[in-house]
């Protein structure tokens, strides 16, 4: 996990809020995306966990929740990739980048468009990008306890893409 930038003290509420909180403490984690991906190939969605062959142990994602004391429901955090009218024909990174952290995403061929163009997979934004370009933003603006509420919450939520992105 990379996080985008330092933790703030002043975004402890959103991160409470959102029951989150508790990810602070993460920083620093190695991720083992091998071992992440062939753990997500065994999730089986009907018996909520992961399956290895007979006579292996089973992890349920509950077992996950208790280690991580991370809340497992509510809904989940996903953008549709396909563009749609009521998103104003952007596909759903893009939107979901532009009306939850307030940035506009320079989407290739668009008159916005510079020789910094994020680089985009199969329209899955670059955390790269976004860690470049919140630390040059808050590298200019720093977050300060008189900050704001709406730019404490937008740094709570950069910070945890940053986290779980």
């Not at 399956?51 to 208790?66: M, P, Y």
């Not at 939107?95 to 020789?115: N, Q």
């Not at 199969?122 to 306890?145: C, G, V």
Request: hydrophobic share 35%.
């Amino acid at each position: 996990m990379t996080n985008v930038h330092p933790f703030h003290p002043g975004i402890l509420p959103f991160l409470k809020r959102a029951r989150l909180d508790r990810i602070r403490h993460f920083n620093g984690i190695k991720v083992d995306r091998q071992l992440i991906t062939a753990l997500v190939e065994r999730w089986r969605k009907k018996t909520h966990c992961f399956n290895f062959r007979e006579g292996e142990a089973t992890i349920t994602l509950k077992d996950v929740a208790i280690l991580t004391h991370l809340p497992i429901d509510g809904k989940p955090v996903c953008a549709s990739d396909h563009p749609s009218e009521d998103r104003d024909g952007m596909p759903g990174w893009v939107y979901f980048i532009h009306s939850v952290l307030r940035v506009k995403v320079p989407v290739k061929g668009s008159v916005d468009a510079t020789d910094r163009l994020p680089p985009m997979r199969k329209h899955q934004a670059s955390i790269t990008w976004l860690t470049k370009y919140f630390r040059d933003h808050y590298e200019s603006h720093p977050l300060t306890e008189k900050s704001p509420e709406d730019e404490k919450e937008r740094y709570a939520r950069v910070y945890l893409i940053g986290m779980i992105g």
